[in-house]
């Protein structure tokens, strides 16, 4: 299975800094033989400039979030099927920020991962645990609700990726180690499995704090099909590290 490395620019960059930054990781890939397939995932009035420099390049572009409609009086948001339009292939839902800042919940997290699939993008569905909860042991549990939750029934290891991302270990410096990442990733594969879907092929990505330095390590954690990069993701020769440290 080819690992994944997506790179999510969340609420970051200029046209000026996408341009460059698009044209950089474009230029690397079509150099030479990439370890990994390559996402970038930048603010949503960017996806059309960054496909349209990634055209050619194999690189993807997804977009950071979906509505759960496929159209209607829904004001600042954006449809799926636009999405697909404006050349993107993926789209990320349910990430930690979208759940705390807008108390998104894993039923309409499933809604935008059910609005993906019908327009034919790969819903990237992030799930993770806060501090607290794994300070309380509940990371096991935590993890087996979210899943089961913000997993739609027809997604297979073919149309969707999931994202583990510990919320403790996303913008503060602190890395999940090995024991905690493989375990994570081994009952989500389970529990996809477990629930009847067609789990072959299916890429648990990690993300919290992964860049160059730490990428081999946890990106040889068993179960880990690639990584969700966020803040590496702006720096064109760390991102380019991770896709490297893919085995």
């Known amino acids: 299975m080819e690992y994944l490395i997506a790179g999510n620019w969340k609420m970051n960059g200029s046209v000026a800094f996408a341009q460059e930054l698009a044209a950089n990781l474009a230029a690397k890939n079509k150099a030479g033989a990439p370890r990994a397939a390559v996402l970038l995932c930048p603010q949503a009035p960017l996806l059309s400039l960054v496909a349209g420099i990634c055209a050619g390049s194999g690189i993807a572009v997804g977009a950071q979030d979906c509505h759960t409609a496929d159209k209607g009086a829904h004001t600042g948001d954006i449809a799926a ?16 920020e979208r759940r705390a800042d807008h108390g998104e ?20 569905i992030c799930v993770g645990e806060t501090d607290a909860e794994r300070e309380k042991g509940q990371t096991s549990e935590v993890i087996a609700r979210q899943v089961k939750g913000s997993v739609p029934q027809a997604a297979t290891g073919g149309n969707c990726v999931i994202a583990y991302e510990p919320v403790w270990a996303i913008g503060t410096g602190k890395t999940a180690t090995v024991a ?14 477990e629930s009847g879907r067609i789990g072959a092929g299916l890429r648990v990505l990690y993300g919290g704090s992964v860049k160059g330095s730490n990428a081999a390590t946890i990106l040889a954690c068993a179960g880990v099909g690639g990584a969700l990069v966020g803040g590496a993701s702006l720096d064109p020769e760390d991102f380019w590290k991770i896709v490297g440290a893919c085995p």
């Open 105 to 124: 919940t894993d039923a309409a997290v499933r809604a935008k991962a059910e609005a993906a699939l019908r327009a034919g993008l790969t819903p990237i």
């Open 81 to 96: 099927g636009l999405i697909a339009e404006l050349g993107c292939s993926y789209v990320i839902v349910g990430h930690s």
């Open 180 to 193: 905690d990442i493989a375990p994570v990733h081994t009952q989500i594969h389970g529990l996809f499995g």
